[in-house]
């Protein structure tokens, strides 16, 4: 597949203003928006020459937990490569509506940490589609270099809701169930959360960012985004990473801000299991594990 190269990073809100447009009735048959059905795009955005905004990193560390230091979070690259994935989304040869679509779940290798001084070229694509119990999955990929060398790579995987198929496979990623697992932490998350990792990462989705947006789209309070809790989950062990790693989650249930939350995890040979459970309900919000 060919690369389009971009000369910058794309502006979020066109972008999501974009995304909306594609939720009015009969707009999918607009050249310029996407969701009428077909196959997945055939074509690679990138990005060259990435420089990391220092009082950006040192904002996203604090939001997530992170130490404040200067090499990249392994979860960074991903709000980095957000923008190009969501203007893939929302282009016309896009087969479905970017909003709506459900982020279920996320692998992520760090084949080495970034420095924050280091430049980084992001190439992102849509991967093929496949069934899923609750409609249709597909990923989206990405790529992070420095010069040649592959550094980070990232497979999001998105549900479509659809034509339900009991018999489909589920999730393409799937780490172990973290019910019983001992608890170590107990978060208790504002209900601003959502507008202060929105300011940050540039993720302005309505359901995250308000209350009273969050209920357009059926939830009773603005949720947190998956990708912030699967960073608070990073930095919560960062002490036990090594510089090269793999790590999957699969978002379960959404946080309903708001909230008090448990944080488990246990090491079993060369994995590290961990998850986020609701404190009271025990109903569980993230399941994930790390391969050292």
Not at 35 to 51: E, F, M, S
Not at 54 to 64: I, K, P
Not at 207 to 230: D, E
Not at 242 to 251: G, I, K, Q, R
Request: glycine share 10%; hydrophobic share 40%.
């Amino acid at each position: 597949m060919a690369a389009e190269e971009l000369g910058h990073s794309p502006s979020m809100l066109p972008l999501f203003a974009r995304a909306g447009l594609a939720m009015l009735p009969g707009a999918s048959r607009l050249p310029f928006v996407g969701g009428g059905g077909g196959g997945l795009p055939d074509r690679v955005l990138a990005l060259t020459d990435i420089q990391t905004d220092r009082e950006r990193l040192t904002a996203y560390d604090r939001v997530c937990g992170f130490t404040l230091s200067d090499v990249l979070p392994p979860t960074y690259p991903h709000m980095l490569a957000f923008p190009l994935q969501l203007s893939l989304m929302t282009g016309g040869d896009f087969p479905y509506p970017a909003i709506g679509l459900v982020h279920i779940a996320n692998r992520i290798t760090q084949h080495r940490a970034i420095g924050a001084g280091e430049l980084i070229s992001l190439r992102v694509w849509a991967a093929a589609a496949q069934s899923h119990p609750s409609g249709t999955q597909f990923a989206l990929r990405s790529e992070a270099r420095v010069g040649e060398e592959l550094v980070w790579e990232e497979e999001s995987v998105n549900l479509r809701r659809g034509h339900k198929d009991p018999e489909a496979n589920g999730p393409s990623i799937s780490p172990p169930d973290s019910s019983g697992l001992p608890a170590t932490a107990t978060w208790r998350l504002a209900g601003d959360l959502g507008r202060r990792y929105g300011a940050v990462s540039g993720d302005l989705n309505p359901i995250h960012v308000h209350p009273l947006s969050a209920r357009l789209f059926g939830f009773p309070t603005a949720i947190a985004h998956g990708m912030w809790t699967l960073a608070r989950c990073l930095a919560a062990v960062d002490t036990e990473l090594p510089e090269a790693f793999t790590v999957s989650a699969a978002f379960k249930r959404p946080i309903l801000l708001p909230a008090t939350v448990t944080f488990a995890e246990t090491r079993e040979g060369n994995e590290l299991r961990f998850g986020v459970r609701d404190a009271k309900r025990d109903t569980p919000h993230l399941d994930g594990a790390v391969s050292l």
